[in-house]
């Protein structure tokens, strides 16, 4: 290593090289209009010709310093100068000596002679943690440029990520002065991929991983899939279903996931597993998986150490127990605190963790859905082992498309809580619909749980400063497939986006992230920018508004999720009938959770159980979450209950209507590929929300025998119509 990475002169590009590379990028690079969306975040297309002229004299020459290069810090070259070259079509050169100005300097405190070469002292690192960086100007010796500073490689990563993120979305580098690190410690994706490629509830075409051919085959776009991840911080991934097989952990299936973990390991991602809880039984020969019996114990420690061995910095399990028909401690007559510290000792002595998860409900358990996990597990708190972290999903029935916060959080402070959002859109339209999920996982994050006092937000349980835990989490439930787009469309793209940078950041708000999502994916045309962005934050209270107005959840077809069927009242289990949900009849609607009814509120903190047990105070959106209301009800439009439900209904359909209208006026301003696509899959979803609306309005009034407001259109077709309407073929199921 130098120890000095001051330099003279700087030597430019040579003119006609310059050139020849430009003529050799533009034969290279696919033309405008055949975008396919396959590059997401990390397009890298040539900037505006102002911002280019701007930042090219910024980003001259790539400093990083030391005689090796580890694999890490190879991707992070191979970004940069990538990034660089597509976005300013300028080849910055790479060296370990600053030549001039236009610098961008890459060190971690390990090369502390560096930092200080680069006037940094060792108090400017000491916030930024394991994964934090600084990104700053600096003046060394005259020179002007840019320093990236981390205590150790994987923040350098995320901080290169950043610094072409501010060229895509045009940030001034001149005075730059940004610091920055993770709230959440474990920030994941979960897949719900099969070993047979499909992908339960997944729309955007077969799992990315090609199981059959790994180990020995490749395929390129698992590092794009890392890139795409580091960019936003996202630092793990679960590579199975949930609902998962005991074969994942056979001795062939491992050595395929530790294929991945080679993969991801430059990029700072660490692969999961989802375990069967059944697994000694299944691929152990043992006649029990009992976490009592020491013979489980030991299978489970030596199952640990084999993976270990296979996979040095493996994270642990992710685990479905006792839910939906899978094998849990329950089947042994062991709590979940049992269960999951049976694997936790397995993975402790190599650092793993268990991600437990919460969502439970029973078969036979007349309890209402929304109360069971709560009652399961809270009386747990402080049970679980340190390396144990509970998963609680965002609301507490199932990823609906409105859900008040699960009073799981700030109910358990001595456990640690992780937050699972959904990202791929099982119950808001597939990939197909258009909802852009920021708003939603907002809306939770920002709750107020009252758990601590006022100010005792879901965030602050998830990042753990509220109860005080080091162990924190956040997942989401992934949207990718092996479509070209990889999550079905281009505006489902942004819904991975936003889940990372949210997991980085839990306050963050959605709306300047879609704004920033749209600049990296579409550029930076006002007219796209301000049209996208009003499309993207009127799209969840759309969806919303077409499938479950007013605190309504679960009025989805039976299996698949896809379209309406509020009618539903057939199926073995009453929780899974949509009738079990909203409780319609002649007289009124909506789920009684008040005293008077489930009691659901007083899971809740006092002050959050008295609102939501107030039918003034619980407000509009989550009215008939908690409330069983006739409808006549008044409410506060002036209008009754019965004629605000058709009015929600109308102005979901007008919602989509308008995104259509206004995708429409940006052809002129996006390429042909990804405008042509978006504009048709707004027609699907302007002809289902439609078809939602009037099937939902048609059985509505059906059981409550009421006329249609004034002025407003009746449903197209019979009830009997939408009732008969199948689709037996629907993806993800
Ligand atoms: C439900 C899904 C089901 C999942 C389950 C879960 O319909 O496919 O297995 O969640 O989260 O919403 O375990």
Known sequence: MKSDVIGKSLTPLPAFLLALLLVVASVMSPPANADDGYDLWLRYQPLAADARDQYRPQLRQLIIPGS??????????????????????????????????????????????????AGL??????????????????????QKGTVIAANNEQGLLYGSFHLLRLLQTGTKLANVDISSRPRIGLRLLNHWDNLDRSVERGYAGQSIWDWWNLPDVLDPRYIDYARANAALGINGTVLNNVNASADSLTGRYLAKA????????????????????????????????????????????????????????????????????????????????????????????????????????????????????????????????????????????????????????????????????????????????????????EEVLEADTHAAG??????????????????TGIAGVANIGSARDWTGSIFNQANWYVFGRMAWNPDLEAEAIAREWLKVTFGQDPQVLDTGLDMMMASRQAVVDYMTPLGLAHL??????????????????????????????????????????????????????????????????????????????????????WEELVHRYDRGVAAVGKMRAQWQTLEPLIDAERFDKTARLLQVQEREAQWWRDASIAYFQSVSGRQLPKGVAPPARSLEYYKAVDYPWAPGH
């Open 258 to 441: 530790a294929a991945l973990a080679d993969v991801f390991r430059p990029y700072g991602i660490r692969v999961y597993l989802s375990a069967r809880f059944s697994a000694p039984v299944e691929i152990g020969g043992l006649d029990t998986a009992d976490p009592k019996d020491p013979a489980v114990q030991r299978w489970w420690n030596d199952k640990a150490d084999e993976i270990y061995r296979r996979i040095p910095d493996f994270g642990g399990f992710l685990v479905k127990a006792n839910s939906e028909g899978q094998p849990g401690p329950h089947d042994y007559g062991r709590s979940h605190a049992e269960g999951a510290n049976l694997l936790a000792r397995a993975l402790k002595p190599h650092g793993g963790v268990v991600m437990w998860r919460a969502f439970v409900y029973q078969q036979d358990n007349p309890e209402d859905r929304a109360k069971q996990a709560y009652s399961d597990f809270v009386p747990l708190d402080g049970q679980f082992d340190d390396n144990v972290i509970v998963q609680v999903k965002n609301g507490p029935i199932d990823f609906q498309p409105r859900e008040p916060f699960h009073p799981m959080f700030g109910a358990m402070p001595k456990t640690p809580l992780m937050m699972e959002f959904q990202v791929t859109k099982e119950y808001l339209g597939f990939a197909s619909h258009l909802a852009y999920l920021g708003p939603m996982y």
């Open 556 to 641: 989805m077809a039976t299996g698949h999720h896809y379209g309406p069927g509020p009618w539903v009242s057939d199926l073995a289990r009453p929780e899974w009938n949509p009738v079990y949900y909203h409780r319609a009849d002649h007289n009124g609607i909506g789920f009684d959770r008040t005293s008077e009814g489930s009691d659901a509120v007083s899971q809740y903190a006092p002050a959050i159980a008295k609102q939501f047990a107030s039918r003034s105070a619980v407000g509009d959106d989550l009215l008939l979450w908690f409330h069983h209301l006739p409808w006549d009800y008044p409410m506060s439009s002036g209008r009754d209950l």
């Open 121 to 142: 002292s060792a108090r400017d690192l000491n916030d930024l943690g394991g994964e934090g960086y600084l990104i700053r100007a600096i003046t060394l010796r005259g």
């Open 454 to 471: 006022p100010g005792s937000t879901v965030a602050k349980v998830v990042d753990g400063s509220l109860h005080n835990h080091k162990l």
């Open 68 to 117: 090796e290069r580890s694999p890490t810090l190879q991707a992070i070259e191979r970004e940069m100068v990538d990034g660089v070259r597509g976005l300013l079509a300028q080849v910055p050169v790479v060296d370990d000596r600053i030549q001039g100005d236009g610098f961008v300097l890459v060190v971690t405190s390990q090369t502390a002679q560096a930092v200080r070469g």
